[in-house]
T-cell receptor, first 114, second 111 residues
């Protein structure tokens, strides 16, 4: 089956630093990937849609300059949290789209900003 | 605004019993729905999906029912097992294949 990986699985950083999270589709190509954020005991909220070879589209209220997305190949999308602050601490999850409807999710990355 | 929501935040069932998790949606134009299972510290795992041209779909131990008249979705798990304990989300596939997730239901299975 389709597998999506994320790296790192968890990261702790100091306030003000930037953190990069990778999302890879391991056995299929994904023109489109999605980035979600999930706070404790809450649902997943879509942050942005990552399109290979073009700019990402962000959901309302998500700062594009703070959450930089790069989708340089059909198997890799990266999310960089710039100048991270404690309120950015969250569980970040990506998904990759195979075909027209099916999304496969990564295992998530736990970000803790001190 | 439009949303996908759940009626019950927590459901406790006895091992071996059947579980029913409910979900209400408000966008009558939605035509594709998915149920996901999420275990602690992990990403969502696909369980079953259904399109709006169907009202029932069955998988292994799971059944999804769709009532378009009242915009209601349910997930039935037969013979619930301890390994079924997790958070369950319904999701609505909207424009551009964007998923809108419901609030989630915690399923606790008592042995």
């Amino acid at each position: 089956g389709a597998v999506v990986s994320q790296h790192p699985s968890w990261v702790i950083c100091k306030s003000g630093t930037s953190v990069k999270i990778e999302c890879r589709s391991l056995d299929f190509q994904a023109t489109t990937m999605f980035w979600y954020r999930q706070f404790p005991k809450q649902s997943l909220m879509l942050m942005a849609t990552s399109n290979e070879g073009s700019k990402a589209t962000y959901e309302q209220g998500v700062e594009k300059d703070k959450f930089l997305i790069n989708h340089a190949s059909l198997t890799l999308s990266t999310l960089t949290v710039t100048s991270a602050h404690p309120e950015d601490s969250s569980f970040y999850i990506c998904s990759a789209e195979e075909g027209t409807d099916t999304q496969y999710f990564g295992p998530g990355t736990r970000l803790t900003v001190l | 605004g439009e949303s996908v929501g759940l009626h019950l935040p927590t459901l406790s069932v006895q091992e071996g019993d059947n579980s029913i998790i409910n979900c209400a949606y408000s966008n009558s134009a939605s035509d594709y729905f998915i149920w996901y299972k999420q275990e602690s510290g992990k990403g969502p795992q696909f369980i079953i999906d259904i399109r709006s041209n169907m009202d029932k779909r069955q998988g292994q131990r799971v059944t999804v029912l769709l009532n378009k008249t009242v915009k209601h979705l349910s997930l039935q798990i037969a013979a619930t097992q301890p390994g079924d304990s997790a958070v369950y989300f319904c999701a609505e596939n909207r424009y551009g294949n964007k998923l809108v997730f419901g609030a989630g239901t915690i399923l606790r299975v008592k042995s």
